[in-house]
């Protein structure tokens, strides 16, 4: 079976290291136990900055998880585990690794800046892809700051109102949604970012034109005070960025 026959999905996952649940969370064993095989394990007790490479390990495995769940049709038991990341330290010269589950194989490439860290994911071959992304803000990207978040759920559609479970959660639709307008060359009037029937938060998002699958991947992530999202088209239009669309 071929790229063409699976689909070509993106999955993206964006870590803010200033959040209080990321503190010191790479010496609790317990923890980096459940989420890293016995490889990873290793890499983080030799690592030189063991936070960085914890949850740039995590933010891998997120990112592949959403890409599985769309290959196979819906969400499996996530065991962090069972993704396995190569290199298992995460810092490669290019920052292109892989993440490999079961029968699937997915590139990786890391973006890190000082308090964040993010990973796109894509199944197929190529490392030189044409995902496009983005990150941002969560207070630098809301339309209406202060207002209530009504306010932020009457910019999007009935269907696209339903898998929100927060402002960020929001906020970052509308960002896909004008990112996917832009990268599909339509009028954002025209699209949706919606979820399929499942539990609420676990559902892959969909991206709609005119009410029909668009020719277009889209996936979303929300943590702390950030927001990342990415799209890849059907049709590529040219290399993977190295840097956030827009940078």
């Not at 936070?51 to 969400?75: I, Q």
């Amino acid at each position: 079976m071929t790229e063409n026959d699976i689909g070509r999905f993106v999955g993206v996952d964006v870590v803010d290291l200033h959040h209080p649940r990321c503190a010191d969370k790479a010496t609790d064993e317990r923890f980096t136990s459940r989420i890293l095989n016995d490889v990873e394990q290793g890499a983080l007790a030799v690592a030189s900055d063991p936070n960085a490479t914890l949850w740039r390990l995590w933010a891998a495995k997120e990112a592949a998880y959403k890409v599985v769940s769309k290959v196979r049709g819906k969400p499996p038991a996530f065991m962090h585990a069972a993704f396995r990341v190569d290199p298992p330290g995460t810092f490669s010269k290019d920052d292109f690794g892989r993440v490999r589950w079961e029968d699937i194989s997915m590139v990786i490439h890391w973006h890190q800046v000082p308090g964040r860290i993010v990973a796109l994911a894509w199944n197929g071959l190529i490392v030189d892809e044409a995902v496009e992304w983005s990150w941002g803000a969560v207070d630098e990207l809301d339309p209406e700051p202060g207002a209530p978040i009504e306010a932020i759920l009457a910019r999007l559609t009935e269907r696209e109102r339903g898998p929100v479970h927060s402002r960020s959660s929001a906020l970052v639709r509308l960002a896909a949604r004008s990112a996917l307008a832009s990268g599909l060359g339509v009028e954002e009037r025209r699209l949706e970012v919606v979820c399929g029937e499942g539990p609420k938060g676990r559902m892959p998002p969909e991206a709609l034109l005119d009410g029909q699958a668009a020719p277009a991947d889209v996936s979303l992530s929300h943590h702390g005070k950030w927001l990342a999202w990415a799209i890849r088209l059907v049709e590529p239009r040219g290399p993977a960025r190295s840097r956030p669309a827009g940078t």
